[in-house]
């Protein structure tokens, strides 16, 4: 099949390879094989099998998840802003100091904190907006983070948030959420200044994901559970 009669391009990897596949009229063709190196990472009970990852750089911009478990790295927070619908954008503003509670001084002298969170991401769904009520106005960004060294099935890893009151100006976290292995989490407005997170339980003992609410906008969490009319699969869950 000649490359320009292609209407897609697809691409899959493995531990070793990636393969480019082309696609037309649901019919698929086999375009290109390029190995990729690998680097052996050891695993903890929990973790499962598999040894290696894609990529060979050891340098903390690009560092794996284990690593930063084993605080071999850091995950910063950074925020653009654009006033024009996306036309321009401001310059990178770090937040770390605000949203994240890292012990990393080596990467900057002000990562000092005892509460020594090391692996960190912002949802893997979407931030929001309140909308209505006393909240009206608020940013909230959905989270999770790990604590401390690796423990038997992610138990280290907690759900939060962190919100803005101020336009972005500045932010606040949340309390994190109770559960061990509380990990990919997204977040939705409810009524009466309520707000609901989804959250996926990586421990993985309970196939169901963990529902946490709140009553004063994300700030702090009255209840959490695990949700048995929502099985989960150790998986991102969405919320819209």
């Not at 649901?26 to 690998?38: Q, V």
Request: one cysteine or more.
């Amino acid at each position: 099949m000649e490359p320009t009669a292609l209407k897609k391009i697809g691409l899959w990897m493995d531990q070793s390879h990636a393969f480019f596949l082309g696609y037309a009229d649901e019919a698929g063709t086999f375009l290109e094989d390029i190995p990729s190196s690998i680097v052996t990472r050891p695993r903890i009970d929990g973790e499962g099998s598999d040894t290696t990852r894609l990529g060979a750089s050891p340098s903390p911009a690009s560092n794996h998840e284990y690593e930063l478990r084993l605080n071999q790295g850091i995950r910063e927070i950074w925020v653009i802003k654009s006033y024009d619908l996306g036309a321009t954008w401001t310059s990178p503003e770090n937040i770390t100091t605000q949203v994240h509670r890292p012990n990393h001084p080596a990467a900057n002298p002000a990562y000092i904190h005892t509460a020594d969170w090391r692996h960190y991401a912002n949802t893997p769904g979407h931030a929001l907006q309140i909308s209505e009520g006393r909240y009206k106005g608020r940013l909230y960004v959905a989270a999770n983070h790990s604590v401390g060294d690796p423990q038997e099935r992610f138990r280290e890893y907690r759900a939060h948030g962190f919100y803005s009151d101020d336009h972005g100006k500045s932010y606040q976290l949340s309390e994190s959420l109770t559960f061990p292995g509380s990990n990919e989490s997204t977040a939705a407005p409810l009524s009466q200044d309520r707000l609901l997170m989804s959250v996926r339980n990586q421990e993985g003992t309970v196939r169901q994901r963990i529902l946490a609410y709140s009553s004063d906008g994300g700030a702090t969490w009255e209840e959490e559970y695990f949700e048995p009319q929502l099985p989960d699969p150790v998986c991102q869950g969405s919320l819209l």
